[in-house]
């Protein structure tokens, strides 16, 4: 989550007449507001009269500057929605900014405004940084998604193109270099061009930001110009673009941007953004641009979920106080969000919205109508004694995650092409290490045991945790089970010695077996069996092959043996 920094004085000036106290603004009033930004005070410097406040949020990116916390505060204040004219002026903008051909594969989307009357601050530049770090970095996917750039209006000629260009085609001075690059060359030494490159690698040409007459203002999203992207306190007029993958994202980001510069008393205004090839939104998109739409929800909704009779009024004058627009509709409310919000994905979020802005004290308590004692369950309490029987033994206890891969839980094994090979897989994962549910622990044992080679023998270890377990009979199609595994390594290790440590494991229990020898890929033959309870297969015991030993690199005997807690529960 992000943790923002931000000035008293600063928030007191945002906050602007809302606040009718005359006393100035302290940290213990910031921290009072704080639940309606979702924030929490982790920090605080006195003596310069700074905050640092993290939000448990991640889906309202205008909340992650010190502008748009003194915004949400400042609509609680004086009761209804901030007014942002320039989302509604249908003039047509009188600065534009030129899509080229090509984009479309490497960087299609740019939104663009003019922010000017605003002098610029240290304080002020402090946030504007801020904000475009946090966007770029959190809500950017570290600029893969969006990256932001900030420049000096006055000197760029209009209209602006956005295009292609071949990396030794057009030199610049990036910030924080005295001296013009190619843009290969800021790729390969400037450190965002080392840091960020990869974003735009792999492409012929690269994308490239410049005015009516060629000057450069950025590579996007690497650096900007050293002489029109270099803010400065005292700037009273400035140019500010998004650019990104997604177009929705793009516009929300610059939406927050000039929201943000117009709460400091700047004027904004748009710029036509013309494409050569279709967007969602049509070629041509004026930008800053409203795509918040109304929806209607039912007070019964609403008055479900929050367990208290409301009423229309009340809903609307909870919503209208918290930035949206909200107008009644007999039994329904009709709600907008304002312009800087896309976060609404189902009622239950306005739901959210409206507890947050009457308060959670607002409501009335209700005592629990049932008294109930809570314990562990039966399962719960074989698992801590077979813990505790284990440690006794002489074994450590490992805990190792349940998703793994086809290649460990398979392939290592000697499982590949065998009835044993059955997995509950990962449907869309994001990574093959984790695409699989185990369906024994014996695998995370031996990932332990192979980067533990260098501590001394014996190796004792074992785990009790979930597998999952292929079950059509079951409506989910399997189940999980809780399994204890166990792994002994040495240079003597045999399976006399792990039975002997399952036989008193079970004795100590009270849970009477038998052994049955079976044929299973990962043991030696004659050296496995199977553990069995009331004629119910209930584990594995065994010596493991010696290719399943290669394969995960151990160089000494291992014997291991797997065991049914859930079973174990059930007949103790």
């Known amino acids: 989550m992000p943790t923002i920094s931000i000035n008293c004085q600063d928030f007191e000036q945002l906050l602007g007449k809302a606040r009718a106290a005359s006393?100035?603004?302290?940290?213990?009033?910031?921290?009072?507001?704080?639940?309606?930004v979702k924030g929490e005070l982790k920090d605080q410097d006195l003596e310069l009269g700074e905050l640092r406040i993290e939000l448990q949020d991640g889906n309202r990116p205008d909340l992650w500057s010190c502008e748009g916390m003194a915004r949400q505060v400042r609509i609680k204040l004086q009761g209804k929605p901030s007014s942002y004219p320039f989302f509604k002026s249908r003039h047509r903008p009188k600065r534009r900014l030129h899509v080229a051909p090509g984009l479309e594969e490497v960087r299609?989307?740019?939104?663009?405004?003019?922010?000017?009357?605003?002098?610029?601050?240290?304080?002020?530049?402090?946030?504007?940084?801020?904000?475009?770090?946090?966007?770029?970095?959190?809500f950017g996917r570290k600029r893969h998604t969006i990256s932001i750039g900030v420049y000096q209006l006055p000197q760029i000629?209009?209209?602006?193109?956005?295009?292609?260009?071949?990396?030794?085609?057009?030199?610049?001075?990036?910030?924080?270099?005295?001296?013009?690059l190619s843009l290969g060359e800021i790729l390969a030494v400037h450190p965002k061009g080392?840091?960020?490159?990869?974003?735009?690698?792999?492409?012929?040409?690269?994308?490239?930001?410049?005015?009516?007459?060629?000057?450069?203002?950025?590579?996007?999203?690497?650096?900007?110009?050293?002489e029109i992207g270099e803010v400065k306190v005292g700037d009273q007029e400035l140019f500010v673009e998004v650019t990104g993958t997604d177009l929705l994202m793009v516009i929300l980001t610059l939406n927050i941007l000039a929201a943000n510069l117009a709460d400091r008393g700047a004027t904004i205004e748009a710029v036509e953004v013309v494409y050569p090839?279709?967007?969602?939104?049509?070629?041509?998109?004026?930008?800053?641009?409203?795509?918040?739409?109304?929806?209607?929800?039912?007070?019964?909704?609403?008055?479900?979920?929050?367990?208290?009779?409301?009423?229309?009024?009340?809903?609307?004058?909870?919503?209208?106080?918290?930035?949206?627009?909200?107008?009644?509709?007999?039994?329904?409310v009709s709600v907008k969000p304002p312009p800087y919000r896309n976060d609404q994905m189902h009622a239950v979020d306005v739901v959210e919205d409206v507890a947050i802005s009457r308060g959670y004290g607002a409501f009335t308590p209700l005592m629990p109508s049932q008294f109930t004692v809570g314990s562990l369950s039966r399962v719960e309490q074989v698992s801590d004694r077979v813990r505790d029987l284990m440690v006794g033994v002489g074994f450590q206890e490992i805990i190792s995650n349940i998703l793994s891969s086809r290649q460990e839980l398979c392939d290592r094994m000697r499982l590949t092409g065998t009835a044993w090979e059955q997995l509950l897989e990962v449907d869309n994962v994001m990574s093959q290490s984790f695409a699989c549910l185990?369906?024994?622990?014996?695998?995370?044992?031996?990932?332990?045991e192979s980067a533990s080679t260098r501590a001394f023998y014996p190796h004792r270890l074992f785990e009790v945790g979930e597998v999952a377990v292929l079950d059509?009979?079951?409506?989910?199609?399997?189940?999980?089970?809780?399994t204890l595994g166990a792994l002994v390594t040495h240079a003597n290790a045999?399976?006399?010695?792990?039975?002997?440590?399952?036989?008193?494991?079970?004795?100590?229990?009270?849970?009477?077996?038998?052994?049955?020898?079976?044929?299973?890929?990962?043991?030696?033959?004659?050296?496995?069996?199977?553990i069995i309870s009331q004629s119910k297969a209930v584990g594995l015991i065994g010596e493991l092959h010696p290719e399943v030993l290669e394969q995960w690199q151990v160089g000494m005997p291992g014997v291991v043996f797997e065991l049914s807690v859930d079973a174990l529960a059930e007949g103790t």
């Open 157 to 180: 000629v209009f209209p602006v193109t956005y295009a292609l260009v071949k990396p030794d085609e057009a030199r610049f001075t990036p910030l924080g270099f005295e001296e013009k």
């Open 194 to 226: 080392i840091e960020y490159g990869p974003i735009i690698a792999g492409h012929e040409r690269v994308p490239l930001l410049r005015d009516g007459e060629g000057q450069v203002l950025s590579l996007p999203p690497i650096i900007n110009s050293r």
């Open 277 to 332: 090839y279709k967007t969602r939104l049509g070629k041509t998109v004026r930008t800053p641009f409203d795509f918040g739409q109304a929806r209607v929800i039912p007070i019964k909704t609403i008055e479900s979920a929050l367990g208290q009779r409301l009423g229309s009024e009340e809903v609307c004058r909870a919503l209208s106080a918290y930035g949206y627009e909200a107008r009644s509709a007999g039994n329904k």
């Open 438 to 448: 185990r369906q024994w622990i014996t695998p995370s044992l031996l990932r332990v």
């Open 494 to 530: 045999n399976f006399s010695e792990i039975h002997s440590c399952l036989d008193l494991l079970l004795y100590y229990l009270g849970y009477p077996y038998t052994l049955e020898p079976i044929h299973h890929p990962s043991f030696l033959g004659g050296r496995a069996g199977q």
């Open 23 to 36: 006393t100035p603004i302290t940290a213990a009033d910031i921290e009072g507001w704080l639940p309606l």
């Open 108 to 138: 299609p989307y740019v939104a663009a405004c003019a922010a000017i009357g605003y002098r610029v601050t240290e304080v002020g530049l402090a946030q504007l940084i801020q904000t475009q770090e946090k966007l770029g970095e959190l």
């Open 472 to 482: 059509p009979t079951d409506d989910q199609g399997s189940r999980t089970v809780l």
